[in-house]
Nanobody, 126 residues
C-alpha cells in the first residue's frame, strides 16, 4: 500500500507562488501515475496535473499550463507541484493521489486513482 501526505498549502495573494509537496511512502513502481487534483467549495474534484513516478509523461489541465509544474523529488521521495502566477480561481483543497494501473499514458481520470492523501488548502486572495 502507498501512503501520501501533502504539505505546502496556505494563503497567498494573486500572482504569488506556492510549492506543494506530497511525501510518498510504501512500495512504488516507475509506471505509477502520480496526480494532483483539486476541489473548490461546491464543485467536483478535478484533475490538475500528473506524472509517472519514473519522472516522465507529464500532463496538465489547460487552465494551469504554463503556470504549474509537476515533478518528482527523488531525494525526498515526493511529488512536487510548483504553482506560479496564482489566481483566485485556483483556490481549492489540493489532493495528491496515485494510479497504480498499467496504462499506455499517464493517468488523468480521477476514476483510476485509488489512493489519496488528506489534502492541503490553497487560498488565493484577489
Amino acid at each position: 500500500q502507498v501512503q501520501l501526505v501533502e504539505s505546502g498549502g496556505g494563503l497567498v495573494q494573486a500572482g504569488g507562488s506556492l510549492r506543494l509537496s506530497c511525501a510518498v511512502s510504501g512500495r512504488t513502481f516507475g509506471s505509477y501515475s502520480m496526480g494532483w487534483f483539486r476541489q473548490a467549495p461546491g464543485k467536483e474534484r478535478e484533475f490538475v496535473a500528473a506524472i509517472r513516478w519514473s519522472g516522465v509523461g507529464k500532463y496538465y489541465v489547460d487552465s494551469v499550463k504554463g503556470r504549474f509544474t509537476i515533478s518528482i523529488d527523488n531525494a525526498k521521495n515526493a511529488v512536487v507541484l510548483q504553482m506560479n502566477s496564482l489566481k483566485p480561481e485556483d483556490t481549492a483543497v489540493y489532493y495528491c493521489a496515485v494510479d497504480r494501473r498499467i496504462t499506455s499514458a499517464v493517468g488523468t481520470s480521477i476514476r483510476g486513482y485509488d489512493c489519496w492523501g488528506q489534502g492541503t488548502q490553497v487560498t488565493v486572495s484577489s
